[in-house]
């Protein structure tokens, strides 16, 4: 059960381009993380290009991005995360092409009990059904 924020350093990013990286953040979380793409949530922010800094020089050239994903701690191995951030980068440069010098991905890992969905926390949805998976 991710929750990806993907911030785009882009007003007038067009909804397809979003909608093409929102379908291809889903899919690697389900192919490399094996996340269910059913509970996956994946929020665009769209910021304006002249408040995106690097080295604090505005980076009104290129396109800043940042993307965060909220997983449940120990349910990965690092060789699936290194893969689920190689992978993450690979499809920012592809799609929105010409990346500032500072593209970051972060994996934030949440202890199951202080981490929910639909009100149950992941350490009760494993209590209650062993099979039950992220």
């Known amino acids: 059960m991710?929750?990806?924020r993907l911030t785009v350093a882009d007003p007038d990013l067009?909804?397809?381009t979003q909608q093409s990286l929102v379908e291809g953040i889903t899919k690697l979380l389900a192919t490399t993380l094996l996340k269910s793409p059913q509970v996956t949530v994946v929020?665009?922010?769209?910021a304006p290009r002249d408040q995106w800094f690097v080295a604090a020089t505005?980076?009104?050239?290129?396109?800043?991005?940042?993307?965060e994903v909220s997983i449940t701690a120990g349910t990965n191995?690092?060789?699936?995360?290194?893969?689920?951030?190689?992978?993450?980068?690979?499809?920012l440069a592809d799609t929105l092409h010409t990346l500032s010098?500072?593209?970051?991905?972060?994996?934030?890992?949440?202890?199951?009990?202080?981490?929910?969905?639909?009100g149950i926390s992941q350490l009760a949805r494993r209590e209650q059904d062993p099979s039950e998976t992220d």
């Open 14 to 16: 067009s909804i397809q």
């Open 43 to 46: 929020n665009t922010v769209l």
């Open 2 to 4: 991710p929750f990806a």
């Open 101 to 118: 010098p500072a593209v970051y991905v972060a994996l934030h890992e949440l202890d199951a009990g202080s981490w929910g969905y639909n």
């Open 58 to 67: 505005p980076q009104t050239h290129a396109t800043g991005a940042h993307l």
């Open 77 to 91: 191995t690092t060789d699936e995360k290194a893969a689920f951030l190689r992978e993450a980068h690979r499809l």
